[in-house]
């Protein structure tokens, strides 16, 4: 059985950007972790009008339902606080993410790209700190297949960056489901061009909605995402292939798109 991890700052991350992609992976026979860092108490909090710790609680709840609904096996929360990853010391966050991958032994793992997709602080802490735990992830993982006699490239880890591309970024702004700024900066979106993977998940938009809606909390965003019926997130999940095993992935002129991760 082949192991999806996904690496994520807080409770909702995996519902507003893979949903779709792991129903589809759990259906087909993966198994799905999720690492969430904090338990999203500096958030909104919807109809709850909750903070600190109280908010912790129903985020985890929130997102231990979503879990449910998209075939998650385990969710291992990191005990960090929401708004505060960037000042965490360097390795600490990596360290914890590494020592998950030894254990468990992932094929595939996701996590933000380095704009964060909202150019949130927390995301772009996260992408950092997953890409660096797996570059070790991947150097100890070939230390221990390269002697085994049947050993090829093809079992060497994957790391991908889930992220929204620009064309869909600025549709998006213009139908105002996402605002034009973000945590102090214009939300422009990732490159067309470095897209490397497009996830067909219109089989599975139901289930990334049903998942979406179970973060409660989190309701003015996900109204905004839900209210739009041709809202291309519904439709395709958008990846950068960053690392296979060692080796730096980049798209080139004559590179294509691939359809499965």
């Given amino acids: ?14 519902s507003f950007s893979c949903a779709g992609t ?8 993966w ?19 909750a903070t600190g710790e109280r908010l912790g ?25 929401d708004g505060t990853l960037v000042n965490e010391h360097d390795g600490e966050l990596e360290d914890k993410i590494f020592q998950y991958m030894q254990k468990e032994i992932p094929d595939c793992i996701i996590t933000f790209d380095t704009t964060g997709i909202s150019n949130h602080p927390d995301h ?8 660096y735990a797996f570059q070790k992830y991947a150097a100890w993982i070939s230390d221990q297949l390269s002697t085994h006699p049947e050993y090829t490239e093809d079992q060497d880890p994957k790391l991908y ?11 998006l702004i213009e139908k105002k489901v996402i605002p034009a700024e973000s945590f102090g900066f214009p939300w422009r979106g990732t490159p067309d061009k470095f897209i490397t993977t497009v996830i067909d998940i219109k089989k599975f938009s139901a289930v990334k909605k049903k998942a979406l809606l179970s973060h409660l909390s989190q309701r003015a965003d996900t109204s905004r ?37």
């Fill in 1 to 14: 059985m082949k192991k999806l991890l996904l690496v994520f700052a807080h409770p909702d991350d995996e």
């Fill in 22 to 29: 792991v129903a589809k992976y759990v259906k087909a026979g």
């Fill in 31 to 49: 198994r799905a972790d999720l690492i969430v860092a904090t338990r999203g108490e500096a958030g909104e909090s919807g109809p709850y009008k």
């Fill in 57 to 81: 609680d129903i985020r985890q709840k929130e997102v231990e339902k979503a879990g449910e609904i998209l075939g998650i096996s385990s969710i291992t929360f990191l005990g960090y606080t």
């Fill in 124 to 131: 772009i802490k996260i992408c950092y700190a997953t890409t």
């Fill in 161 to 171: 960056y889930t992220c929204m591309p620009a064309t869909v970024t600025k549709h």
């Fill in 225 to 261: 995402d839900l209210s739009y019926a041709k809202n291309p997130s519904f439709f395709q999940e958008h990846f950068i292939l960053r690392m296979h095993g060692v080796t730096e992935v980049f798209m080139g002129k004559t590179d294509s798109i691939a359809s499965k991760l």
